[in-house]
């Protein structure tokens, strides 16, 4: 049974939903969060947050179909500044890990590095979709896609309209799987 990577560290599951594709022009809207203890997995603690978008102008609404995004849903989010020190508060120390790290890292080293906020994240991060592939793909996963997967993990899905903390629900769920294998 291999065991989590480094079990000093909470593990910051992390997913964001954006206004596109391009970290820097694009913005988050949604953080999820859920942190899991270095020892057995459990869930420490989670954080859901709607982040008001700066450039709503900016929106590829292909991305607002995604995730859901409407201007009344959001009118009691939260400026990004507060949701990433709500995000760091839970965070110190801990390995930043998502399903596509490359991905949502970059929307999230953007925002840390826009507002000046510093975060205590650890240096080295875990990507499930990699693991998932090193792992899955001898057994026979076509896909690395997150409900590719679930649905080979024998996990439901990720709901149609995409929420942070579902994505972030989800991608911790194969982490602790894959965790096992």
Known sequence: MT?????????AVTDVETTGLAAGFHEII?????????DDLRTISELSLKVKPRYPFRMDWGAARVNGY???????????ET????????TD????????????????????ETTGIRHSLA????CTMAMAGD????????SRSLKSVATFLGLPPEAEIHRAINGARLAA?????LAEK
């Open 3 to 11: 065991k989590p990577v480094n079990k000093a560290k909470p593990i």
């Open 30 to 38: 949604e953080i999820g969060l859920v942190l899991l203890a270095p």
């Open 70 to 80: 409407c201007e009344r849903d959001w009118c009691e989010a939260v400026d990004l």
């Open 83 to 90: 949701a990433l020190w709500r995000y760091v508060d839970l």
């Open 93 to 112: 120390g801990a390995v930043f890990a998502a399903h596509n790290v490359n991905f949502d890292w970059s929307f999230m080293s953007h925002a840390f």
């Open 123 to 126: 240096p080295h991060m875990l």
């Open 135 to 142: 792992r899955l793909r001898p057994h026979g996963l076509q």
């Open 173 to 177: 769920e194969i982490y602790r799987k």
